[in-house]
T-cell receptor, first 114, second 110 residues
């Protein structure tokens, strides 16, 4: 079984709709992250969470919100989706006990906003 | 602002060729450099290079960190079609943030 899972894997929605992407992990890691990937831009950090009560904005948080429901679950919401949020979204985890921040990624959610 | 630049953006080779990918960085604080391989799904971890471990090798893949030149290379020898992927370079600038390059797309033709 995958250590980091994401649902849904693919989603097509319309402008203005609310969308939630979910991430679960069985690695026992305390830190979780949401990234988006766009062609030519690499992965950019949207939000990150050190634990259930510690959530922080990343470099591109506008238009997004998150919820850390439990140590193993971290969801990303688009309150009112717009076409430029069309991207590949990745959840990742890491262990705060490691010095060098090796992150483990989920399989990704491909989101298309029409 | 932290910057990680990978080159080339893409390349096409034939099976058996050797590939060299480049990653250069300008960051506020360097902790480590990581290489990931991304096929159709999640980026999977390949190597981590630090000041105390500047060279890593695993099978046909190897990587070197040049802290003086602020760069790293990833070599793939005797390439196979299964090596076709996007290769991502990331620099850890603290204990939670990774700054990623845009990636190099490698296509290996049979």
């Amino acid at each position: 079984d995958a250590d980091v899972t994401q649902t849904p894997r693919n989603r097509i929605t319309k402008t203005g709709k609310r969308i939630m992407l979910e991430c679960s992990q069985t690695k026992g890691h305390d830190r979780m992250y949401w990234y988006r990937q766009d062609p030519g831009l690499g992965l950019r950090l949207i939000y990150y969470s050190f634990d259930v009560k510690d959530i922080n904005k990343g470099e591109i948080s506008d238009g997004y919100s998150v919820s850390r429901q439990a140590q193993a679950k971290f969801s990303l919401s688009l309150e009112s989706a717009i076409p430029n949020q069309t991207a590949l979204y990745f959840c990742a985890t890491s262990d705060s006990g490691t010095i060098h921040n090796e992150q483990f990624f989920g399989p990704g959610t491909r989101l298309t906003v029409l | 602002e932290d910057k990680v630049v990978q080159s080339p953006l893409s390349l096409v080779v034939h099976e058996g060729d050797t590939v060299t990918l480049n990653c250069s960085y300008e960051v506020t604080n360097f902790r480590s450099l990581l290489w990931y391989k991304q096929e159709k799904k999640a980026p999977t971890f390949l190597f981590m290079l630090t000041s105390s471990g500047i060279e890593k090798k695993s099978g046909r893949l190897s990587s070197i960190l040049d802290k003086k030149e602020l760069s790293s290379i990833l070599n793939i020898t005797a390439t196979q079609t299964g090596d076709s992927a996007i290769y991502l370079c990331a620099v850890a600038v603290n204990d939670y943030k990774l700054s990623f390059g845009a990636g190099t797309t490698v296509t290996v033709r049979a």
